[in-house]
């Protein structure tokens, strides 16, 4: 069975840092492009950073600079690595697998970690 | 502001039909495939309809999708109470590298 597991959310301060895991099982996690989508409360679907088979990484404008997104194949694990948070970061952030590459679709998605900033 | 426009809401009867439009640009819908994803209160999306007009498995006939230029359509036949749910539609943005979610559809079943 194909699961997506995320964690490493919490309260944190603006400005302060967090970075979140998702563990993949279930498929050949370096054959797919990943991504973190993220949902404020009461919001919808926000697509916030993408990250290849290969080296290639992506992010929407609202977080460039900010947020690193990366994996380690060897542990079948995404990272996203959030800094200089604000409070429009508060939201589930969702760690999904694509079809196959960064411009699919997403055919499996975690059950989120919620992300919280205030002081 | 999402570059992809749903319809805030639609409604329809038990059994009836419903269409959900996402509209975009040529720098997404256009030139690339759309996905569908229902997602019900308090879980996960989950994917409907990729590659614009394709049901991955488990996904019923009741759900298909199509495209014509910078638009695409989301379409549930004989539409049920369980039906109830938001819909987004998603596509990469060629000019941003980077995937955009429609505003999402609240579909509400009277």
């Known amino acids: 069975e194909v699961r997506l597991l995320e964690s490493g959310g919490g309260l944190v301060q603006p400005g302060g840092s967090l970075r979140l895991s998702c563990a993949a099982s279930?498929?050949?996690?370096?054959?797919?492009?990943m991504a973190w989508v993220r949902q404020a409360p009461g919001k919808g679907l926000e697509w916030v950073s993408g990250?290849?088979?290969?080296?290639?990484?992506y992010f929407a404008d609202s977080v460039k600079g900010r947020f690193t997104i990366s994996r380690d194949n060897s542990k079948n694990t995404l990272f996203l690595q959030v800094n200089s948070v604000r409070a429009e970061d508060t939201a589930v952030y969702y760690c999904?697998?694509?079809?196959?590459?960064?411009?699919?679709?997403?055919?499996?998605w975690g059950q989120g970690t919620v992300v919280t900033v205030s002081s | 502001q999402s570059l992809l426009t749903q319809p805030p809401s639609v409604s329809s009867a038990p059994g009836q039909k419903v269409t959900i439009s996402c509209s975009g640009s040529?720098?997404?819908?256009?030139?690339?495939?759309v996905s569908w994803y229902q997602q019900l209160p308090g879980t996960a999306p989950k994917l409907l309809i990729y590659?614009?007009?394709k049901r991955p498995s488990g996904i019923p006939d009741r759900f298909s999708g199509s495209k014509s230029g910078s638009s695409a359509t989301l379409s549930i036949t004989g539409v049920q109470t369980g039906d109830e749910a938001d819909y987004y539609c998603?596509?990469?943005?060629?000019?941003?590298?980077?995937?955009?979610f429609g505003g999402g559809t609240k579909l509400t079943v009277l």
């Open positions: 999904a697998k694509s079809l196959k590459y960064s411009s699919d679709g997403f055919d499996t």
């Open positions: 279930g498929f050949t996690f370096s054959n797919y492009a």
């Open positions: 990250a290849s088979t290969g080296t290639n990484t």
């Open positions: 040529s720098s997404n819908v256009e030139d690339n495939f």
């Open positions: 590659e614009n007009n």
């Open positions: 998603e596509v990469w943005d060629d000019d941003l590298s980077a995937g955009v």
